[in-house]
């Protein structure tokens, strides 16, 4: 970034400010499941989903469908991290909310993620609003 454009803010207000935004959208948005756990995807019936996964209505994600969310055991919608995704098939990437994911489920979604064309990597969430990490 050139310093004609501003003052940059610590690495760690921008993470935060990330964070907090997501929190408002997971706060205000229905979340919509069209894919729960156990069920097979529509096109590919050898592919089965580890946890329910859907979408948060009144959003639009980079493929103009809806920000695409992986929901957790935990119950708390709480934001874990986020997966960042490259399909090479679909020549296309994604990011993927991860709502209330233990470590387990979020290394099932990363499994999920990387298979066949797809790639994938984690973003955890690491600041105080991530209760994910706490034990039960």
Do not use: N
Not at 38 to 58: K, M
Not at 87 to 98: C, F, N
Not at 117 to 125: D, G, H
């Amino acid at each position: 970034m050139s310093r004609s454009m501003g003052r940059r803010r610590p690495v760690g207000l921008e993470d935060e400010r990330f964070w907090a935004a997501l929190d408002t959208l997971i706060a205000t948005c229905d979340i919509t499941v069209d894919r729960p756990r156990g069920s097979a995807h529509p096109r590919h019936v050898d592919v089965v989903y580890p946890l329910d996964y859907g979408f948060l209505a009144g959003t639009s994600a980079m493929d103009g469908a809806g920000i695409d969310v992986w929901l957790g055991t935990r119950g708390a919608r709480t934001v874990s991290g986020v997966v960042l995704t490259v399909d090479l098939a679909k020549r296309d990437s994604e990011m993927k909310v991860l709502i209330g994911c233990t470590p387990e489920e979020t290394a099932q979604i990363c499994e999920f993620h990387r298979s066949g064309a797809q790639s994938a990597v984690l973003v955890p969430r690491t600041d105080a609003g991530d209760r994910s990490s706490s034990s039960e």
